[in-house]
């Protein structure tokens, strides 16, 4: 499938010999211990796509079984395999975005590693994505004859209360929100993805969220099939962060999961508060001294396991830590300057100590919460250049078909 391409740069013209085209179709699949999956994939792939060019991303967060090695043994035997290897990272959603950022091809699938997404729809998928106007195309297991397959009661019934949530916050019209199989133009990824939140397990729906308008959809019916080999990483966790992910889409994007987590870490931290000063008491310092100490013990405490959780995806490390540490310190005071200000002001609206000293704690939550985001792990400065890069991304689009049309 060689060809010659030229390009003419500086008066001088440049010849790639052999060199590929890209590829029609990009297939991401998040990983996380899948080894023994990824060759029985590739194969079955392989043998559904016919005469259509295609090529499988690998997203693979480091997983201990090395599935990433296995998925560079492919490549090198000549498959169509590439391989992104994320090292101190976790997540199926956030897996998924990168590997349809670095997809070459015009429309990107997703399907999971464990085969149990059939790959034969793969190609009526990309059919009906090409030859009608469908931005989205979902493989689903809630439209007549798809089924769910063998899933035991409890997690049929935790996949049904999903989705019935799901389905009040994108509208009625589409049966299977939650499904992981899917596919779509790369341009639509480009379009949202400042806008995903990229939390836990839920692409697609995280993708109909933050479309600003409803994308065109068509859903085909499949069987959901057993897993080839390993298992589920869907646990507590991963719950936790779908109902994260639901609180954030209906509050509109005012309470993002980090948000919540961070404001539990700060209950927490309350408590460790309060229990430091408790023990400090046996030891009779002044309660300056003690208030003090509890201060900075909670702080240290919030910062620590902040880093673990709240902001585990960029966690800092070594003199990255220390930094971002003092950086957290000087914020929790001028959070707590700002909280006194409000308790402060609104006390003097006659309204009972608890009002004013929940209206302070909230203050300084936001303020903690905002000014920690970007300072100290630096997240909202990378947010916005990604917003500004996507909106540039678009004007670039609509200048480039502005030229074509002449
Ligand atoms: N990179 C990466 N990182 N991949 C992950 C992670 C992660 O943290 N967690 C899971 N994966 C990969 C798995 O290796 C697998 O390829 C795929 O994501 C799905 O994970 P499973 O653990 O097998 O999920 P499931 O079978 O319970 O549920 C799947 O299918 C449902 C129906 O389509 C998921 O895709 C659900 O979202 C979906 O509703
Ligand atoms: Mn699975």
Same mark, same amino acid.
């Given at each position: 499938?060689?060809? $010659?391409?030229?390009?003419?740069? &500086? ?16 297939? $991401? ?25 295609? #090529?499988?991303? @690998?997203?693979? &967060? ?19 395999? +590439?391989?992104?290897? +994320? ?8 897996? @998924? ?12 699938? $997703? ?15 990309? +059919? ?67 806008? *995903? ?6 692409? *697609?729906?995280?993708? *109909? ?8 959809? @068509? ?7 057993? +897993? ?68 900075? @013990? ?6 620590? /396991? ?7 995806? #960029? ?10 540490? $003092? ?12 909280? /006194? ?29 905002? *000014? ?35």
């Amino acid at each position: 499938m060689s060809r $010659v391409s030229a390009d003419y740069h &500086d008066g001088v013209s440049y010849v790639a010999a052999g060199a590929v085209p890209a590829p029609v179709l990009s297939i $991401v699949t998040p990983s996380f211990n899948e080894r023994d999956n990824l060759r029985p994939l590739v194969r079955a792939i392989s043998a559904a796509m016919g005469a259509v060019s295609w #090529e499988l991303i @690998v997203v693979d &967060d480091d997983s201990p079984d090395r599935t990433w090695r296995e998925a560079l043994l492919l490549a090198s035997e000549g498959w169509p395999v +590439r391989c992104i290897r +994320r090292i101190g990272r976790r997540g199926l959603s956030s897996a @998924v975005v990168e590997g349809a950022m670095s997809a070459s091809g015009e429309f990107v699938a $997703v399907i999971d590693a464990d085969m149990q997404h059939d790959e034969k729809l793969l190609v009526d998928m990309l +059919r009906i994505i090409q030859t009608t106007d469908a931005e989205l195309v979902v493989a689903s297991r809630y439209v007549e004859g798809g089924a769910i397959g063998t899933w035991d009661q409890r997690r049929a019934r935790i996949s049904t209360f999903a989705t019935i949530c799901a389905r009040m916050l994108i509208g009625k019209t589409m049966k299977d929100p939650m499904s992981g199989f899917f596919m779509t133009r790369r341009a639509v990824f480009d379009d949202v993805v400042s806008d *995903l939140s990229q939390q836990g397990y839920k692409i *697609l729906l995280d993708l *109909l969220t933050a479309a600003r308008r409803p994308l065109r959809l @068509v859903e085909i019916p499949y069987v959901f099939r057993e +897993r080839v080999a390993g298992e589920s990483k869907l646990d507590a966790i991963v719950v936790a962060e779908y109902l994260l992910l639901l609180i954030e889409k209906f509050s509109r994007g005012l309470l993002p999961p980090r948000f919540i987590l961070f404001s539990m870490v700060g209950g927490l931290g309350l408590v460790v508060h309060l229990s430091t000063l408790q023990v400090l008491e046996l030891f009779s310092p002044s309660f300056i001294e003690a208030q003090t100490i509890a201060t900075l @013990v909670a702080m240290t405490f919030n910062f620590l /396991l902040n880093n673990l959780t709240t902001y585990r995806s #960029e966690r800092l490390r070594g003199s990255q830590a220390l930094v971002g540490y $003092v950086i957290f310190c000087a914020t929790c005071s001028l959070g707590a300057i700002a909280n /006194l200000g409000v308790a402060n002001f609104v006390i003097g609206h006659s309204v009972s100590w608890a009002f004013a000293g929940a209206a302070g704690a909230i203050m300084s939550a936001v303020f903690n919460f905002s *000014l920690s985001t970007r300072f100290v792990w630096g997240r909202a400065t990378r947010q916005r250049q990604a917003r500004a890069r996507s909106a540039q991304d678009k004007a670039d689009r609509l200048q480039a078909v502005g030229s074509a049309q002449g």
